[in-house]
């Protein structure tokens, strides 16, 4: 299952890439995300493994990120792995203007279980919208004056 997002930030390339690289930042635009463990490699650069810890509706749950591409402050690629699912993201940002970006978010869904195989392409608006809400929270963070 794929699908890709773009949202217009009114920020500089420089100004928006310091704020989605800091980890601290990220539990701002993700609520849900409480904790960051890094398992191996050096945090938010290319071959690193961090562990990511998830409240939601009382129940924790956790994610393996691996940073497959950094290049600095253009894209940001990672892949997020648990029983379920592959899940990797693409994350570039283009300047549009001295104080203009386009951030597109481009994901990729692969289900590792039949339950998942057979309902994830129905609940595809779901991941969506979670994923909209997520840069729409971005984008308020990193546009706030």
Do not use: C
Not at 42 to 54: N, W
Not at 108 to 136: A, C, D, H, Q, S
């Amino acid at each position: 299952m794929k699908f890709s997002l773009e949202l217009p930030l009114h920020k500089s390339r420089a100004d928006v890439w310091q704020t989605f690289d800091n980890t601290e930042n990220t539990k701002i635009w993700q609520p849900t995300l409480v904790k960051v463990e890094t398992v191996n490699g050096t945090q938010r650069q290319p071959g690193a493994v961090s562990k990511l810890t998830f409240e939601e509706g009382g129940r924790e749950f956790d994610l393996m990120e691996r940073v497959t591409h950094r290049a600095e402050p253009e894209r940001f690629d990672v892949v997020y792995e648990n029983n379920f699912a592959d899940n990797s993201v693409k994350n570039t940002f283009t300047a549009t203007g001295d104080h203009e970006t386009l951030w597109k978010v481009e994901v990729e869904y692969k289900f590792k279980t039949f339950l998942m195989k057979v309902v994830g392409p129905f609940v595809k608006k779901n991941f969506i919208k979670r994923t909209e809400k997520e840069m729409e929270r971005f984008k308020e963070l990193v546009e706030k004056p």
